[in-house]
Nanobody, 122 residues
Framework: QVQLVESGGGLVQAGGSLRLSCAASGRTFSRYSMGWFRQAPGKERQFVAGILWSGGTTYYADSAKGRFTISRDKAKNTVYLQMNSLKPEDTAVYYC???????????????WGQGTQVTVSS
């Protein structure tokens, strides 16, 4: 079993920054892909960024490229999402998730955190 706990959400003005954290526990993560997703009201959950726990390879949705950075701290079993140049359209609940495979598909992630709200005001 894997437990994921997100933190770091909040209210920020457009152009500002936030750093989300995802603390993982319960199993070793050497073979996992960790992902950040978001879901705005009335919309489907969408992939934002992902990272391979072992090698650190990263991948991003087009909407995140150049503004968001995903990273992980193996010693702390924590994954981060640094979000810069935030826009009102980034407003959503952000979720951390873990998968056995390298994927951007929601359905292929087995473990999910509870989510953290990010609100960007214009």
């Amino acid at each position: 079993q894997v437990q994921l706990v997100e933190s770091g959400g909040g209210l920020v003005q457009a152009g500002g920054s936030l750093r989300l954290s995802c603390a993982a526990s319960g199993r070793t993560f050497s073979r996992y892909s960790m992902g950040w997703f978001r879901q705005a009201p009335g919309k489907e959950r969408q992939f934002v960024a992902g990272i391979l726990w072992s090698g650190g390879t990263t991948y991003y949705a087009d909407s995140a490229k150049g503004r968001f950075t995903i990273s992980r701290d193996k010693a702390k079993n924590t994954v981060y999402l640094q979000m810069n140049s935030l826009k009102p359209e980034d407003t959503a609940v952000y979720y951390c998730a873990a998968s056995d495979i390298l994927t951007t598909r929601v359905s292929e992630y087995d473990y999910w955190g509870q989510g953290t709200q990010v609100t960007v005001s214009s």
